[in-house]
């Protein structure tokens, strides 16, 4: 009979890696795994995650408050946009995803803006019904843990979605909903996040609906118009469908994007990047798979994050949460 150990998923006070408990033989054990969890407190200034901040994102304690002002100053003397909110909490944000540099903070606030007043339907009359639904499917997978730099992973399988259950408009109004929950962490938003995509059985079923408004909705919510930062996106089980669909988006990609972007033939080649340890078992990790249900679950126990997606505008969101 195999042990079994209970994984304690953690950020390292010295190096934000990721721990277990137990540093016995991997191949011979089943794992206790830990459950979703969202932390919405701000690090102590002496945590050495603002260390990191400081060295990194240029977030330096002495002057954050000042550049907040004048981010804040900024956008109401240019006038390029109108946001609901400009408190600090709300603009640090937007800070921390351009490491603090005002003017380009600015360009992804006023691209935030302009992204949700052209879609609202994104944001608003949601049917948090579809949104559960999805979230029961295989499409989206957050796991709790996170990789060696402390980072938040998305798991994305869209050879699991099927357009006949599911409209564009549902996918996007659930992986932004997604997005928007984990840019209210903080050490989300100085550490930022990677995302794997598994091409595995996308189809012509899928690859129809890759229209270019489609295209241009995925970098705007992966890179241009939302506070977060990919610093890696992780492509496995690529088919030659899915390279003709991917064929139709690089043209779009920036120098910067293209250099964040990694084809892996195998999952060695994942693993040079992301060790196993870090990983669910299907990709040769050690973790079991965790979906977007599993996170929806854990909203019900966090208030203060319910009231954040109140104020964003997601009216309703109470009731479904308090009802999962």
């Given at each position: 009979m195999s042990k079994v150990i209970t994984v304690r998923?953690?950020?390292?006070?010295?190096?934000?890696?990721?721990?277990?408990?137990?540093?016995?033989?991997?191949?011979?054990?089943?794992?206790?795994?830990t459950t979703p969890s969202i932390c919405l407190d701000e690090p102590d200034e002496n945590d050495s995650i603002m260390k990191w901040a400081k060295s990194n994102i240029n977030e330096d304690p002495d002057f954050k408050i000042q550049i907040i002002e004048e981010f804040r100053n900024m956008i109401f003397e240019k006038g390029e946009c109108d946001p609901d909110r400009t408190d600090d909490a709300y603009l640090l944000?937007?800070?921390r995803a351009r490491h603090f540099i005002i003017r380009m903070a600015h360009r992804l606030?006023?691209?935030?803006?302009?992204?949700?007043?052209?879609?609202?339907?994104?944001?608003?009359?949601?049917?948090y019904m579809k949104i559960w639904d999805i979230g029961e499917t295989e499409i989206f997978s957050i796991p709790p843990y996170v990789d060696k730099e402390g980072r938040r992973m998305l798991i994305v399988r869209f050879g699991k979605w099927d357009p006949s259950q599911f409209t564009t408009d549902e996918l996007f109004q659930s992986i932004i909903m997604m997005i928007q929950?984990?840019?209210?962490?903080?050490?989300?938003?100085?550490?930022?996040?990677?995302?794997?995509?598994?091409?595995?059985?996308?189809?012509?079923?899928?690859?129809?609906?890759?229209?270019?408004?489609?295209?241009?909705?995925i970098?705007?919510?992966?890179?241009?118009?939302?506070?977060?930062?990919?610093?890696?996106?992780?492509?496995?089980?690529?088919?030659?469908?899915?390279?003709?669909?991917?064929?139709?988006?690089?043209?779009?990609?920036?120098?910067?994007?293209k250099q964040r972007i990694f084809i892996h033939s195998n999952f060695d080649s994942l693993h040079k990047h992301i060790e196993p340890k870090y990983l669910p078992k299907r990709y040769g990790g050690i973790h079991k798979d965790y979906f977007y249900r599993d996170w929806l679950s854990?909203?019900?126990?966090?208030?203060?994050?319910?009231?954040?997606?109140?104020?964003?505008?997601?009216?309703?969101?109470?009731?479904?949460?308090?009802?999962i």
């Open positions: 998923v953690c950020v390292d006070p010295e190096d934000h890696k990721f721990h277990k408990k137990d540093e016995a033989d991997e191949n011979d054990q089943d794992f206790v795994e944000r937007f800070l606030i006023v691209n935030h803006e302009n992204f949700k007043k052209s879609y609202p339907e994104f944001f608003t009359d949601l049917d929950i984990a840019s209210l962490e903080p050490k989300f938003q100085i550490l930022g996040g990677v995302c794997i995509i598994d091409a595995a059985d996308i189809g012509t079923g899928q690859a129809w609906y890759l229209t270019p408004t489609i295209i241009k909705h970098l705007s919510v992966a890179y241009g118009a939302f506070p977060h930062r990919v610093h890696a996106l992780h492509i496995i089980n690529a088919s030659k469908i899915f390279d003709y669909a991917f064929g139709m988006i690089r043209p779009f990609l920036s120098v910067i994007m854990e909203l019900k126990n966090c208030d203060p994050l319910i009231e954040e997606l109140e104020l964003y505008g997601y009216e309703g969101c109470r009731e479904f949460i308090e009802n």
